[in-house]
C-alpha cells in the first residue's frame, strides 16, 4: 500500500514505521543493524533515558544518547515526572544537540516506574502531564516532542483521549499509543480500535501512531487500513527479527492499486546466524569489551531462533557463550542450510504476560487533579535504559 509519509515536526519519516523504545535492546547497535536492513528508512528511537540521569550526566546514560554519523534523525526517548526536570532534560538536548527529537514516555508499565507515578500511570494525573508536555515543548524550542503512551491504567481508568487531547493542546507533535492499559502489561490482545477511536478525536495535522501485535508487515498494513492510524510503532515484533524493517519498506512502497503479497525476508538459519554473529560483534564495539558484549547478546539467542531446530542443548550452550570465537564455533554445529520455518517462527515473542495489578503511590486514583501525591524532583528515577 502507499501511505503518505509520517512527518515529525521537519522530519517526514517514510515509510512511516518507527522502532519502539525497549529497554536494554534498542540501543545503538540494534538500531545499526534495524537501520541497514530498511536501507536506512524509518524512525529508530533510543533507550528510555530518565530525565534526572541525563541532567546529572550520569555516565550510563551519556553513553545511550550516543548517536552513530548515520542516525538521522537521531531520536531520544525520554521519561520523567518532574516538569522542572523534564524541561531541563529537553534544553539540554537542544543546547548541546544531542538529538533531533524527543519522545516522552507515558507508556511504561513496569512496577519501578509506575510506584513513582511515571509511565504509563502518570496521564491519569491531567495537570500534572499538562505541566509536563508545556516545560517540554518550551524546553524543544520547536525541535519536536512526540508522545508514547497507553489506554490508561486499567479498564476503570482509560486516559487516552485525554491525554491525546491534552498532548495536541500543548503543542505535541505526534502521539503513539499502545493499545493495552497498564494492567494488561503485554498479554492479551492489544486494541486496534483504540487506536482508530483516537485517530478520529485527534486533530487531523497532529499524526496518530499505532502500536502493539504488530509480528510482521502484514499486520503493520491492516493497523493502518483498519484504524486510520498514520504510522505504526513496533516493539516485540522486531526483536529476533531486524530484518523485519527492510519487509515493511517493501510493504508501505507497493504502489497505490499493487497487491503486496507479502514477499518478506525469510532467511535460511545461515543469513541467522550471520546477523547474531554481526549483532554481538556491534554490541562489543559499542561497549568497548567483547564479552561484555557476548554476554549482552545472550538475551537474543532464543529470539533469533524461534521456531528453527536448533536442540536444547545447543541453544542453552549459545545463550551462555562469552565470547565472539566460543559463539562462532557453537553457531557453525547448526544446521545453517534449515530454511527459515513453516511454523512457529512469526508470532509472540518478548514478554506476553500480564498483570493484574497496577503498582502505584498511595492515594494515585483518589483524584485525577489532585497531583501533590507521588510527584516532583524526588520520584524522578536517577538510571537510565528502563
Known amino acids: 500500500m502507499t501511505q503518505p509519509p509520517l512527518r ?57 544518547v550516543h548517536f552513530d554519523a548515520g542516525e538521522v534523525p537521531r531520536s531520544i526517548q525520554l521519561y520523567g ?87 495536541a493542546e500543548e503543542g505535541v507533535t505526534a502521539v503513539a499509543l499502545h493499545g493495552r492499559t497498564a494492567a494488561q502489561h503485554y498479554g492479551g490482545t492489544a486494541d486496534w480500535d483504540a487506536i482508530a477511536r483516537l485517530r478520529d478525536a485527534m486533530p487531523p495535522e497532529v499524526p496518530v501512531l499505532g502500536n502493539g501485535d504488530i509480528w510482521s508487515a502484514d499486520d503493520a498494513v491492516r493497523m493502518v487500513r483498519e484504524t486510520g492510524c498514520d504510522g505504526v510503532v513496533v516493539g516485540r515484533g522486531c526483536l529476533g527479527r531486524p530484518w523485519l524493517f527492510g519487509d515493511l519498506v517493501k510493504a508501505f512502497g507497493a504502489a497505490s492499486g499493487d497487491v503486496y503479497e507479502g514477499s518478506y525476508a525469510r532467511p535460511r538459519l545461515r543469513e541467522v546466524a550471520d546477523t547474531m554473529l554481526r549483532h554481538a560483534r556491534l554490541l562489543g564495539e559499542w561497549l568497548e569489551d567483547e564479552a561484555h558484549g557476548v554476554i549482552d547478546f545472550r538475551k537474543h539467542v532464543a529470539w533469533y531462533t524461534k521456531g528453527f531446530s536448533v536442540g536444547s542443548d545447543l541453544r542453552r550452550k549459545l545463550a551462555v557463550a562469552s565470547s565472539l570465537d566460543e559463539l562462532a564455533a ?34 494515585w486514583l483518589a483524584d485525577p487533579y489532585d497531583c501533590a501525591a507521588g510527584v516532583g524532583a524526588e520520584a524522578e528515577l536517577d538510571t537510565s535504559g528502563g
Open 8 to 64: 515529525i515536526g521537519p522530519h517526514a519519516v517514510q515509510p512511516p514505521v518507527v522502532l519502539a523504545p525497549m529497554a536494554g535492546i534498542t540501543n545503538a547497535p540494534f538500531r545499526t543493524l534495524c537501520r541497514e536492513f530498511s536501507g536506512g528508512q524509518g524512525l529508530f528511537v533510543s533507550e528510555m533515558i530518565t530525565s534526572r540521569a541525563l541532567v546529572e550526566r550520569n555516565e550510563k546514560t551519556m553513553r545511550l
Open 81 to 167: 515526572v518532574d516538569p522542572a526536570t523534564v524541561g531541563k532534560a529537553v534544553r539540554m538536548i537542544v543546547d548541546e544537540d544531542l538529538a533531533d527529537h524527543v519522545d516522552l514516555n507515558f507508556g511504561c508499565p513496569v512496577p519501578k516506574v509506575t510506584r513513582k507515578g511515571g509511565g504509563s500511570a502518570l496521564p491519569y494525573k491531567r495537570p500534572l502531564l499538562r505541566a509536563i508536555l508545556r516545560e517540554a515543548v518550551a524546553g524543544a524550542d520547536g525541535m519536536p516532542v512526540t508522545v508514547k503512551m497507553r489506554k490508561g491504567i486499567d479498564d476503570e481508568h482509560l486516559t487516552y483521549l485525554d491525554a491525546g487531547r491534552i498532548a
Open 330 to 363: 557453537l553457531l557453525g554445529e547448526l544446521d545453517l542450510d534449515q530454511p527459515w520455518p513453516a511454523e512457529g517462527a512469526d508470532g509472540p515473542r518478548g514478554r506476553t504476560s500480564g498483570r493484574n495489578r497496577v503498582v502505584l503511590p498511595d492515594g
